[in-house]
């Protein structure tokens, strides 16, 4: 499966939760995803932790307004001055080792 098919298949099973949404996009990577999002959220903000990727999201074009974060998405959240009404995690990803859930319980503290 490529990464277009893989972003068109989940975007197409999670279309109705993120369909006119302020959609935050943890670990966005290049872009892909979130690109595929973009066509039916109102909103994105796209949030990854490894610099060549972001850069390569941030020259992507998307279908709403999105923008496109270097950084830690935790201390982004804690800076925030307006709550995403969605959330996309990147599963693949272990956040400091200590798994999802502990990614979901740290998010879940700032709204």
Known sequence: M?????????CSLAKE?????????VGCGSGEITQEISK???KITAIEIVQD????AKNKDYYCDAKVIHG?????FSLMNESPETF????????????M???????????
């Open 17 to 25: 939760e993120i369909k006119d949404k302020h959609v935050c996009h």
């Open 53 to 56: 990727k972001a850069e390569l």
């Open 40 to 42: 039916y959220a109102k």
């Open 88 to 99: 996309y995690l990147w599963a693949g990803w272990k956040p400091k080792e200590q798994g």
């Open 72 to 76: 830690d998405a935790i201390e982004y």
């Open 2 to 10: 490529t990464e277009k098919s893989r972003a068109e298949t989940i």
């Open 101 to 111: 859930q502990w990614w979901i319980e740290n998010i879940v503290k700032f709204f």
